[in-house]
């Protein structure tokens, strides 16, 4: 007999460089007050939504408080037994999902995105903080900040798997390419299948991680099913590329947590992409078990 499934927690960050319910940031509230993500989800799901009152702080101030208060609802939910899935405009959210899944030994990223996100401020040129997410989340940069997140602890570049990975500058594909990380890029996806390439970089990550902390920005979506937002690049996984993907990594490792980012509705005016997101967070909570 099959365990019972875990409640969910799914926790709502509606921001976007900081800012409340603009562009991606839209997403959130989008997805669940008009596309039904949370009844989508069947029973037992609790909807939270992180808020930040102060605005008048500097982005990047207001971007790590957001992490330490998301942090401490995904440690919550972790304590009650359920399962966390955020549902936020930015990537850099992974900052606060991760800290709050709990001790980091153990703990691996399986990551789809069409973007490296993995700029530094030193080779960085969009001023963009949220192309620095997955390089904060392993380390190398914005110490002091991602140290006050609370439960916060690096991940090891070779414990993570970029999975899509194709719209890059010279520099950020240089930089992935001197990295550790298991990067996935579009192109060995398309001369192969998804399944052929990401089932030996699980093997590998299984050898060292116990549960994974999935993340889904969803322009890792070809632009064929629809735009996610505006920085959506050809090249990507077919929905159903990505849903099979989601369940073999639920088949090989446990996930712990997960997050569903980088929605923008304005760039989806006929609820494509929307409801394809439905059918990726089922799939999630499908492999979370």
């Known amino acids: 007999m099959r365990a019972s499934r ?15 319910e603009v562009g991606m940031g839209l997403g959130p509230k989008a997805l669940l007050e008009r596309y039904g993500l949370a009844e989508a989800l069947g029973d037992d799901v609790e909807v939270e939504v992180v808020t930040l009152s102060d605005g008048g702080r500097p982005e990047i101030a207001r971007t790590f408080e957001l992490a330490r208060r998301l942090a401490e609802r995904v440690s919550a939910a972790r304590a009650a037994g359920r399962l966390p899935l955020v549902v ?41 903080l949220d192309v620095m997410a997955l390089s904060t989340l392993t380390g190398a ?54 399944e052929d390439v990401l089932e030996p970089a699980l093997t590998d ?22 735009r996610a937002n505006e920085y959506a690049a050809p090249g990507g996984l077919s929905l ?22 980088a929605y923008d509705p304005g760039c989806d005016p006929t609820g494509r992409v929307a409801q394809a997101t439905l059918r990726v967070a089922r799939a999630i909570r499908d492999a979370a078990g």
């Open 6 to 20: 875990r409640g969910l927690s799914l926790i709502s960050m509606p921001y976007h460089a900081g800012r409340p």
């Open 88 to 128: 936020a405009g930015n990537c850099n959210s992974c900052l606060g999902t991760a800290a709050g899944l709990g001790p980091r030994r153990g703990l691996g990223v399986v990551w789809f995105d069409a973007h490296g996100d993995f700029d530094t401020p030193e080779d960085n040129r969009s001023g963009f």
């Open 141 to 194: 940069c914005w110490e002091a900040l991602r140290r006050s997140i609370p439960g916060f602890r690096e991940i090891a570049e070779q414990d993570v798997i970029l999975v899509g990975v194709r719209d890059l500058e010279p520099h950020q594909h240089a930089r992935i390419e001197g990295s550790r990380v298991q990067a996935l890029f579009g192109d060995a996806i398309r001369w192969s299948s998804v």
């Open 205 to 226: 990550l299984r050898a060292r991680a116990e549960t994974v902390y999935l993340h889904v920005d969803l322009d890792v979506l070809d632009p064929s099913e629809g």
């Open 240 to 261: 159903a590329e990505l849903e099979r993907s989601i369940r073999l990594v639920g088949s090989r490792v446990r996930v712990a947590g997960a997050a569903m980012t």
